[in-house]
């Protein structure tokens, strides 16, 4: 899949969940950059986005992503 | 069910009006997630959860330290989440001679938190056992060897249930049934546990949200009391106007086993209670001929209270079996193989539960089981007998018919109350119909047993329990009066509430009657009565109205000294 096609479906996932009809999602944002995204959440994020792509991430993995370019990189490889 | 997700968009969702209750939730795990969940899925039982959270593994510090935060809140309900990883881990550091001791240590934490929980609050505690964990230190050997982990895990469960059995508060959340259903790999996810301290996985949470508000609803008195039941492809194999007796599925043979299981869940739910009615699309006489005559039948006529069979629509002819029970709908259970039928009852009464059968009659009973369906908090001799007591109510219809004047009619029937202030035997029963009753319930405070014993060994209380039979039968107790001295003047009525089987019998007469010659005898000279509304019991907006009461601010008050004996037809036994 396309890295573009990826961020679309992560960004489509990041507005269900977090409930935030504006929020667009590019490369370099972080967790900082958005209302609502700590510790918990992120792990709510990371099992929808896993369940969207039938994906698994590993424990390291979810904890090494610095911003969203990091995570799509992470699903594209897998 | 829905999911996580789903189930968080509750959270914005308007809870003014839904009933309020107290819950605080304690873990030794990240329980944030499952606090979310269950205040969301109170939403979906109409219950505004107000819920106190505490900090991470505090469970002890809260509970024994009697000026915590959790006994400043005065929850209604405790919910207790130790997690079987927690457990695992304390195992993991205690010395090998303490391993065999580990489920009795556990257990003996409980206890004492119990008793600081009933000696500081009333409240009612609902405690997760432990899902399975098998380190696999002895291999299959665990089970021959007190030590392992597995032995002291399993043991624990089952000790617990038969602490469960004993403290009259304490109910068990069963979340070990869960990931036997689910399976451990769904239910538990290393990536989350590793990162967040959560040991349930996101797609489990609402599904231990549901059993947990399954048991506080049923607390509240909302549970399933009646299923009703479609006969052709859901209670038997096949179209009896169609294939006939002979060619029915059911018995021992392919998919009849389907069936003859689900007539057994079906017999099982009515000797616990459940009152059983048929409601099916057939010509009556054929649809009763397999009760009557198959002998592969685990079901018969006498195992239900209700049948109705014609070619009427069923969204009334269910009106027609509520009508007769006099329960609300949303206490009963449809169940029917065609989903026309399902769509249309639903779309009628939309308080009734019409689960979405499998398409397989091979899968029906593991669906119905995953639906934890029939909750209750309460197990008596009475649940036996209730299918007879219907079946004996359909009776006196049938005669009330032949009276066109209703004196004569409440004559013919030679009732008998028995009057008794509660006692050992009646004490079980009392605080069952305090959780079951709705429609005729004045204040509806829910009492348990506890709190019954509790107000009959109190000086400023005084009970009343009333029996009715007449010749038709023993209807039981069914109805209960709490008296609270106010001041050496006034009896304040604290709870009055009737089983809706023995409406227009004349038995308010009767009761009033009762307690206003009790307050006279004991020299108090007025009765306070007070109506709460809930949504559910506007049949008595205007009881002590129609009594005779007087009306003074958001009392009703009666005159003793002045107040002359209701005419009724019952005689004390």
């Known amino acids: ?78 | 069910m829905k999911t996580f997700s789903q189930l968080k968009k509750n959270l914005k969702q308007d809870f003014k009006g839904l009933k309020k209750i107290k819950v605080a939730v304690l873990g030794d795990t990240a329980t944030q997630f499952l606090v979310q969940s269950l205040r969301a899925t109170g939403y979906d039982f109409g219950c505004d959860l107000s819920i106190w959270e505490a900090d991470f593994n505090q469970i002890e510090r809260q509970i024994f330290d009697t000026q915590s935060e959790l006994y400043e809140f005065q929850p209604e309900v405790v919910v207790i989440f130790q997690s079987t990883h927690k457990l695992l881990g304390i195992y993991n550091k205690s010395k090998m001679e303490n391993h065999a001791v580990l489920a009795q240590q556990r257990l003996m934490e409980i206890e004492e938190m119990c008793n600081a929980l009933n000696s500081n609050l009333n409240t009612k505690i609902i405690y997760y056992n432990y899902p399975e964990i098998n380190d696999s230190v002895f291999g299959n050997f665990a089970n021959k060897i007190q030590s392992s982990f597995l032995f002291q895990l399993r043991k624990l469960n089952f000790e617990l249930m038969q602490f469960a059995t004993r403290q009259a508060n304490f109910y068990l959340c069963d979340i070990s049934t869960i990931q036997n259903y689910l399976g451990k790999a769904s239910t538990f996810q290393t990536s989350v546990y590793i990162n967040t301290e959560m040991v349930l996985s996101i797609d489990t949470l609402p599904v231990v949200a549901k059993y947990t508000m399954d048991i506080i609803a049923t607390i509240q008195g909302q549970f399933k009391k009646c299923v009703i039941l479609d006969l052709d492809n859901t209670t038997w194999g096949g179209i009896i106007g169609d294939d006939g007796l002979e060619n029915i599925q059911i018995g021992s043979l392919g998919i009849g086993k389907a069936f003859t299981e689900f007539q057994y869940w079906i017999k099982k739910l009515k000797n616990r209670g459940i009152i059983i009615a048929v409601c099916s699309k057939n010509t009556e006489s054929v649809a009763c001929e397999p009760f009557d005559k198959h002998p592969d039948m685990v079901l018969r006529m006498d195992d239900i209270a209700v049948f109705i069979a014609n070619w009427e629509n069923k969204a009334d002819n269910i009106r027609q079996i509520q009508s007769i029970l006099n329960i609300g709908f949303d206490s009963m259970v449809f169940l029917d193989d065609n989903p026309f039928e399902r769509n249309m009852v639903r779309e009628n009464i939309p308080d009734i539960t019409v689960p979405e059968l499998p398409t397989d009659p091979a899968d029906y009973l593991e669906y119905l089981y995953t639906l934890n369906l029939f909750e209750t908090v309460s197990f008596s001799n009475e649940d036996l007998e209730r299918t007879k007591l219907y079946q004996v109510q359909a009776q006196r219809t049938v005669l009330q018919q032949k009276f066109t004047n209703e004196e004569d009619f409440l004559k013919s029937l030679n009732m008998l109350s028995l009057v008794e202030s509660f006692n050992k035997f009646n004490i079980p029963r009392v605080a069952q119909l305090s959780q079951r009753s709705n429609q005729f319930n004045l204040r509806t405070v829910r009492y348990t047993e506890g709190d019954i014993e509790l107000i009959s060994n109190s000086d400023n209380f005084y009970t009343f329990a009333f029996t009715l039979e007449d010749k038709f039968g023993d209807n039981g107790l069914i109805c209960v009066i709490i008296l609270k001295e106010e001041n050496k003047d006034a009896l304040f009525i604290d709870t009055w509430f009737m089983s809706c089987r023995v409406l227009k019998r004349g038995m308010e007469h009767f009761v009033l009657n009762t307690i206003s010659d009790f307050a006279k005898k004991k020299g108090f000279h007025k009765l306070i009565g007070e109506y709460l509304p809930t949504a559910k019991n506007e049949m008595v907006m205007n009881h002590y109205l129609n009594l005779g009461f007087e009306q003074e601010d958001k009392n009703w008050i009666l005159n003793t000294d002045t107040y002359e004996n209701k005419k009724c037809y019952i005689n004390k036994k």
């Open chain 1, 1 to 78: 899949m396309e890295r573009n096609e990826i961020l679309k479906q992560v960004n489509a996932i990041f507005v269900d969940i977090l409930d935030n009809e504006g929020l667009v999602l590019n490369d370099t944002t972080t967790a900082n950059d958005v209302e609502d995204w700590d510790s918990l959440t992120h792990i709510h994020l990371v099992v929808a986005i896993e369940k969207h792509f039938g994906i698994r991430f590993t424990s390291q993995e979810i904890q090494s992503w610095n911003n969203i370019g990091e995570l799509v990189d992470c699903i594209a490889s897998k």
